[in-house]
């Protein structure tokens, strides 16, 4: 149930009034693009400002390349250009560069559907910096096969050619790229007539497996010598494949290949073998590796004792269900030797990474800053069929998340509340400092260190301390469609505290966040997310509102932690809130998320934020929720370096062809622009 809120500020004043704009901001000029028909004016309303998004078109599936030469982060994606909607008859790759997340450029796309093997679209992969002819490498899936506009589903049974895995390299640096004159290198899937999918190849040096498969093969072989033979570069070990598919009825599978010259791949059977609808407790709080795993990936992570332990992310699909049956996963197992030459992980833990509308998460390793990162995309459509008439004029689709770093998250002396930490699910255990307690490890993320610049000209605005959760609207100076908030709060049992977002002034239009501590229910009431006029309400509007106002929940429990005295205390609730726009990112305790859009109807600078207390009325006022800090910043600038003029939240810098990637610091040293709100802003003096 949506709460309507006493329109008072944190400190108890009166808030400003609001303005009387109601009608939903949009861009007053058309938009132009490469000489294509103007770009309808909502192209702007519910574009992001600090989330990656395509200049025009269609945006999914996204994987980086990190050239650690010249500390440049390469983003490749699912690219349908023309249309705002993914087109079974053409899917590029995308390609944007930046140094920092904070600026990016936009880049030719990088391989586009030209050859018999691909004409229906270049699928997810992976690139990395050394590889065929020691230089950048990029494996993908190339399309070419249609029945019924897709048979690229978890569902049907392989054709030959529907998905074959090909090469591309490149010798200018990844900027442009060649395919392989004989592709495709990889072109069956490993049992033929009986698998459903094969795609997204994930290919990396591992030497870990190197070391385990080669003493195997001299065990094998009575032999005390160990070979690990050189790559095509004259390098020590494989580069290894893993790729996603289901077999038969049977569930996931993610299968291993190990080549040295990228053109002559060896077989060496399943890296991950599960059952259908494989989970870690329950479907709804923990997940499940459904029917077939997508954008698969695959790393390590130490823990503060030095131990290593492994971890794997895919997308898992069903095809029905919220987000058109799709969930991301992330699990984690022990490495041991499988029965075809290969290693295999054997899952032990896991669960959601997220559990609403983030998708396709890409893991990989930043050589450059010593770091795991990952990045995911975030859907427009919520179930709706790609033809939809509401999202397709707007001329654009899907955005990135906030890339993240993944680190094992760590916590001591945990009580086992309920059998809540031995059940199986994503907590894996070792015996805690004081008696009868765990050390609790788990997969944590957070914002990369470089998120915290978007805020880094604005100050925060400071909520207080210890201050009671209460039906309450944040003061006026922290009105914006785009922000970052940090809110802890102290619950118990009983208690429901909240926070309220994007909401118009008199809470008629609004989305809702509550979490309710004796449930581990983290939910997002949109109902009232998109309310728009009886007068000129649609049947088109009803039919997509029903897609983007179901609410979101998601299962997360905070820990229990015995002190030094010996007596217990419930951790604080930490929620790390991001809001661009359409856009909404919350991580929670570092080991949670939840991500999803809301599009309101009125989306001006009078949107709000506050709190709610859903907290019953019996608890006592000493064990009520109360708000231990909160900040928040508002207004970011925009991220893009080479769009001045595409729309509202166009790029503030002048296009320049050498700036060559450079770091918003750089331009900023470059450029004589006002570190400000994002909009388009007179282009000051460049420097030669």
């Given at each position: 149930?949506?709460?309507?809120?006493?329109?008072?500020?944190?400190?108890?004043?009166?808030?400003?009034?609001?303005?009387?704009r109601?009608?939903?901001?949009?861009?007053?000029?058309?938009i132009?693009?490469?000489?294509?028909?103007?770009?309808?004016?909502?192209?702007?309303?519910?574009?992001?400002?600090?989330?990656?998004?395509?200049?025009?078109?269609?945006?999914?599936?996204?994987?980086?390349?990190?050239?650690?030469?010249?500390g440049?982060?390469?983003?490749?994606y699912?690219?349908n250009?023309?249309?705002?909607?993914?087109?079974?008859?053409?899917?590029?790759?995308?390609?944007?560069?930046?140094?920092?997340?904070?600026?990016?450029?936009?880049?030719?796309?990088?391989?586009?559907?030209?050859?018999?093997?691909?004409?229906l679209?270049?699928?997810?992969g992976?690139?990395?910096?050394?590889?065929?002819k020691?230089?950048?490498?990029?494996?993908?899936?190339?399309?070419?096969?249609?029945?019924?506009?897709?048979?690229?589903?978890?569902?049907?049974?392989?054709?030959?050619?529907q998905?074959?895995?090909?090469?591309?390299?490149?010798?200018?640096?990844g900027?442009t790229?060649?395919?392989?004159?004989?592709?495709?290198?990889?072109?069956?899937?490993p049992?033929?007539?009986?698998?459903?999918?094969?795609?997204?190849?994930?290919?990396?040096?591992?030497?870990?497996?190197?070391?385990?498969?080669?003493?195997?093969?001299?065990?094998?072989?009575?032999?005390?010598?160990?070979?690990?033979?050189?790559?095509?570069?004259?390098?020590?070990?494989?580069?290894?494949?893993?790729?996603?598919?289901?077999?038969?009825?049977?569930?996931?599978?993610?299968?291993?290949?190990?080549?040295l010259?990228?053109?002559?791949?060896?077989?060496?059977g399943?890296?991950?073998?599960?059952?259908?609808?494989?989970?870690?407790?329950?479907?709804?709080?923990?997940?499940?590796?459904?029917?077939?795993?997508?954008?698969?990936?695959?790393?390590?992570?130490?823990?503060?004792?030095?131990e290593?332990?492994?971890?794997?992310?895919?997308?898992?699909?069903?095809?029905?269900?919220?987000?058109?049956?799709?969930?991301?996963?992330?699990?984690?197992?022990?490495?041991?030797?499988?029965?075809?030459?290969?290693?295999k992980m054997?899952?032990?833990?896991?669960?959601?990474?997220d559990?609403?509308?983030?998708?396709?998460?890409?893991?990989?390793?930043?050589?450059?800053?010593?770091?795991?990162i990952?990045?995911?995309?975030?859907?427009?459509?919520?179930?709706?069929?790609?033809?939809?008439?509401?999202?397709?004029?707007?001329?654009?689709?899907?955005v990135?998340?906030?890339?993240?770093?993944?680190?094992?998250?760590e916590?001591?002396?945990?009580?086992?509340?309920?059998?809540?930490?031995?059940?199986?699910?994503?907590?894996?255990?070792?015996?805690?400092?004081?008696?009868?307690?765990?050390?609790?490890?788990?997969?944590?993320?957070?914002?990369?260190?470089?998120?915290?610049?978007?805020?880094?000209?604005?100050?925060?605005?400071?909520?207080g301390?210890?201050i009671?959760?209460t039906?309450?609207i944040?003061?006026?100076?922290?009105?914006?469609?785009?922000?970052?908030m940090?809110?802890?709060?102290?619950?118990?049992p009983?208690?429901?505290?909240?926070?309220?977002?994007?909401?118009?002034?008199?809470?008629?239009?609004?989305?809702?966040?509550?979490?309710?501590?004796?449930?581990?229910?983290?939910?997002?009431?949109?109902?009232?997310?998109?309310?728009v006029?009886?007068?000129?309400?649609?049947t088109?509007d009803?039919?997509?509102?029903?897609?983007?106002?179901?609410?979101?929940?998601?299962?997360?429990?905070?820990?229990?932690?015995?002190?030094?005295?010996?007596?217990?205390?419930?951790?604080?609730?930490?929620?790390?809130?991001?809001?661009?726009?359409?856009?909404?990112?919350?991580?929670v305790?570092?080991?949670?998320?939840?991500?999803?859009?809301?599009?309101?109807?009125?989306n001006?600078?009078?949107?709000?934020?506050?709190?709610?207390?859903?907290?019953?009325?019996?608890?006592?006022?000493?064990?009520?929720?109360?708000?231990?800090?909160?900040?928040?910043?508002?207004?970011?600038?925009?991220?893009?370096?080479?769009?001045?003029?595409?729309?509202?939240?166009?790029?503030?810098?002048?296009?320049?062809?050498?700036?060559?990637?450079?770091?918003?610091?750089?331009?900023r040293?470059?450029?004589?622009?006002?570190?400000?709100?994002g909009?388009?802003?007179?282009?000051?003096?460049?420097?030669?």
């Amino acid at each position: 149930m949506s709460t309507k809120i006493t329109p008072r500020s944190i400190n108890g004043s009166t808030p400003e009034p609001p303005s009387t704009r109601s009608k939903a901001a949009t861009s007053t000029k058309p938009i132009t693009y490469k000489g294509e028909k103007p770009v309808t004016t909502t192209f702007s309303t519910f574009r992001p400002r600090y989330h990656f998004a395509p200049r025009t078109g269609w945006l999914n599936d996204v994987n980086i390349w990190i050239d650690a030469k010249t500390g440049i982060y390469h983003l490749f994606y699912q690219q349908n250009e023309p249309e705002s909607r993914w087109n079974g008859n053409y899917i590029a790759w995308g390609h944007a560069t930046t140094r920092d997340f904070l600026v990016y450029y936009d880049q030719p796309p990088t391989v586009a559907p030209s050859e018999p093997y691909d004409r229906l679209g270049i699928c997810s992969g992976s690139a990395l910096s050394k590889g065929y002819k020691g230089c950048p490498t990029m494996i993908y899936s190339a399309v070419n096969f249609l029945i019924n506009e897709l048979r690229i589903r978890y569902n049907l049974y392989y054709q030959p050619g529907q998905e074959q895995q090909a090469l591309a390299w490149s010798e200018d640096g990844g900027y442009t790229w060649k395919k392989y004159k004989d592709n495709c290198v990889l072109r069956m899937p490993p049992v033929k007539g009986e698998t459903k999918a094969f795609r997204d190849p994930f290919v990396t040096k591992n030497a870990r497996f190197d070391r385990m498969i080669a003493e195997a093969e001299a065990k094998r072989d009575d032999s005390d010598l160990v070979v690990i033979p050189k790559d095509c570069n004259g390098d020590e070990g494989y580069f290894y494949m893993q790729i996603g598919g289901t077999y038969k009825e049977d569930g996931p599978r993610i299968w291993l290949y190990r080549t040295l010259d990228f053109l002559h791949w060896d077989h060496l059977g399943e890296f991950i073998t599960v059952p259908k609808n494989y989970t870690f407790r329950s479907f709804e709080t923990h997940g499940s590796l459904l029917r077939n795993l997508e954008v698969f990936s695959h790393f390590s992570l130490h823990d503060s004792k030095g131990e290593v332990i492994e971890f794997g992310m895919a997308g898992a699909e069903m095809g029905y269900g919220k987000h058109e049956g799709r969930v991301q996963m992330w699990f984690s197992g022990p490495i041991s030797l499988n029965d075809s030459g290969g290693v295999k992980m054997t899952l032990t833990h896991g669960g959601k990474y997220d559990c609403s509308g983030s998708y396709a998460n890409f893991a990989i390793f930043d050589p450059v800053k010593n770091r795991t990162i990952v990045n995911g995309w975030v859907d427009e459509a919520d179930g709706l069929n790609e033809d939809n008439l509401v999202i397709r004029p707007w001329g654009w689709a899907g955005v990135l998340t906030i890339p993240m770093e993944l680190f094992v998250h760590e916590r001591d002396n945990v009580v086992d509340v309920d059998g809540e930490i031995t059940a199986e699910g994503p907590y894996i255990l070792a015996p805690g400092t004081m008696e009868g307690t765990y050390r609790v490890r788990t997969l944590g993320w957070k914002p990369i260190e470089e998120v915290t610049q978007l805020r880094s000209h604005v100050d925060p605005y400071n909520l207080g301390s210890n201050i009671p959760v209460t039906n309450t609207i944040f003061p006026t100076q922290t009105h914006s469609k785009f922000q970052e908030m940090h809110l802890t709060f102290q619950v118990g049992p009983g208690t429901k505290p909240g926070v309220l977002l994007r909401s118009n002034p008199d809470q008629s239009e609004c989305s809702i966040l509550t979490y309710d501590y004796d449930t581990g229910k983290l939910q997002v009431d949109r109902q009232k997310s998109r309310v728009v006029p009886p007068e000129i309400l649609t049947t088109c509007d009803t039919e997509w509102e029903k897609h983007h106002t179901f609410t979101e929940e998601g299962y997360f429990r905070l820990y229990t932690i015995r002190d030094a005295d010996g007596s217990d205390h419930i951790e604080p609730l930490d929620l790390h809130i991001y809001i661009d726009n359409s856009v909404v990112e919350i991580f929670v305790n570092e080991r949670f998320g939840m991500t999803f859009r809301v599009y309101p109807y009125h989306n001006d600078e009078s949107i709000c934020a506050g709190l709610v207390d859903h907290t019953p009325g019996h608890v006592k006022e000493c064990d009520r929720p109360k708000m231990i800090s909160g900040k928040i910043w508002s207004t970011f600038e925009c991220c893009y370096a080479n769009r001045e003029g595409m729309d509202e939240c166009g790029s503030p810098y002048p296009r320049k062809p050498d700036y060559n990637t450079l770091s918003r610091a750089e331009l900023r040293k470059k450029c004589a622009v006002r570190a400000g709100d994002g909009d388009v802003l007179p282009a000051g003096k460049v420097e030669e």
